[in-house]
């Protein structure tokens, strides 16, 4: 029996890992996805985001993030040990070593910080960016997220189901990026005198979907890793449901863009793919084929009038996302509560739609709620705070140039074919 634990402990690290490294990638898809939605003179400063995700959200996860989130329970609000990795950690009983679940829930909280990126996306300050990513992944992510995902997690405690994060990842980051996008207001010239709003053209449409596809990739990890099992038998049906809702998604927007606009709208079509993604991740291993299409295809037109309602509201979201992981998100956890199948989740338990009555999807509800106006108003009052210490915003001269070259020093493609003489630069020859 002692082999054949040590083989599936094995295995499970194996997936776990595998599947993390899935996720992580995504931040490269987050790149290029949000690189390709905004002007060519930004690019580099979307790349630089990504690194702060990565560098300062994995060391700040390491050091407090964790034992926020999953150390020992108290009064079910957060954790008080894990920091560090260290101290108790014996309520969490698992087949993977500790340091293998940090992995896996660090790639979770990388992805948080990379949504409220895109919101504020081309005129942020780039200090004031850092500030606040040590907030979400050290203060704002853990403790939501104990609520629902830890030992003694109060939503958890009555019943609530997230099972990759649709409500804790997608609906808290999409509203965090909303107070966020309007804390820090519209790019200048996004909207006209009379409120309309005006087309900024993305640089680089092929870009940003390379970065949807690899997005798409990765997000197999995103739901089929939260099994945390390699020999779990519902990894087929999570991944066959997570293909299904991102196709449909996509699909309903080629559709209804059609007929709204005349014409099938690109970026409207590589977030409805998106939406379809951040939608079912709540219930991807809950609720039936089916009902993964409809909920894809809901949050794909769902998402199209969100943006057209933020635009109308003259808030400025360059890459869309709150309509994608703000409202998606919302969706997608309800829709646990609609859409579960029979003890699919536990024994005894159903959504409205198979007889289960209002209970779950109450508690979905307030979960919801709560995780939502948690991110939103955290979000809202840190970004008030940093502003104290830098501008949350660059200067008027800096957004016009573009931050590439107004905050990092470098434009993201040279149109220079050779090398450029620093001395001669110095004294101003040509």
């Not at 101290?87 to 679940?101: K, P, W």
């Not at 942020?124 to 997220?145: D, E, S, W």
């Not at 449909?248 to 606009?261: E, N, P, V």
Request: proline residues 3%; glycine residues 14%; negative net charge.
């Amino acid at each position: 029996m002692d082999a054949i634990q040590q083989l599936s402990s094995g295995l499970d690290t194996i997936w776990v890992v595998l599947t993390a490294a899935m996720i992580l990638l995504m931040e490269g898809g987050f790149a290029l996805l949000e690189a390709g939605f905004v002007r060519q003179k930004n690019a580099v400063s979307i790349i630089m985001k990504v690194f702060v995700d990565i560098a300062f959200g994995a060391l700040i996860f390491y050091f407090v993030g964790f034992g926020l989130m999953y150390g020992k329970d108290v009064a079910g609000l957060l954790g008080t040990t894990g920091f560090f990795m260290g101290g108790d950690l014996t309520h969490i009983v698992l087949n993977i070593s500790h340091e293998t679940y940090w992995l896996f829930q660090c790639a979770f909280v990388i992805a948080v910080i990379s949504i409220v990126s895109g919101a504020v996306a081309e005129r942020i300050n780039f200090r004031a960016y850092i500030l606040y990513t040590i907030a979400m992944t050290g203060i704002i992510y853990p403790i939501a997220g104990h609520w629902v995902w830890a030992v003694g997690g109060w939503l958890g405690k009555l019943g609530m189901v997230d099972f990759a994060g649709s409500a804790v990842i997608h609906a808290l980051g999409g509203f965090s990026a909303l107070a966020a996008a309007m804390i820090i207001g519209p790019r200048i010239g996004k909207f006209s005198a009379d409120g309309t709003a005006n087309i900024v053209p993305p640089s680089n449409l092929p870009l940003a979907s390379v970065g949807a596809f690899i997005l798409w990739f990765g997000w197999f990890g995103f739901n089929s890793g939260s099994t945390l099992s390699a020999t779990n038998t519902s990894i087929g049906h999570i991944a066959v449901t997570t293909m299904l809702a991102a196709a449909a998604g996509s699909a309903a927007c080629i559709l209804f863009t059609m007929m709204r606009y005349r014409k099938a709208d690109p970026p409207m079509v590589i977030n409805g793919a998106l939406a379809g993604l951040v939608g079912i991740t709540a219930g991807c291993a809950f609720v039936s084929d089916v009902a993964a299409i409809l909920i894809g295809a809901i949050c794909g037109i769902s998402m199209v009038y969100a943006t057209e309602i933020l635009e109308s509201k003259r808030i400025d979201d360059p890459v869309g996302a709150f309509p994608v992981h703000g409202v998606s998100g919302s969706i997608g956890t309800l829709a646990v509560g609609l859409c579960a199948q029979p003890d699919a989740i536990r024994e005894g338990t159903a959504g409205l739609f198979y007889g289960g009555g209002f209970s779950l999807l109450g508690v979905q509800a307030l979960g919801l709620v709560t995780v939502c106006i948690w991110g939103f108003v955290l979000t809202w009052g840190i970004m008030k705070l940093i502003n104290l210490i830098v501008p949350i915003r660059v200067s008027r001269d800096e957004e016009l140039v573009g931050l590439d070259v107004g905050i990092h020093g470098v434009p993201a493609y040279s149109q220079e074919d050779g090398f450029l003489d620093l001395q001669q630069l110095k004294n101003g020859k040509s």
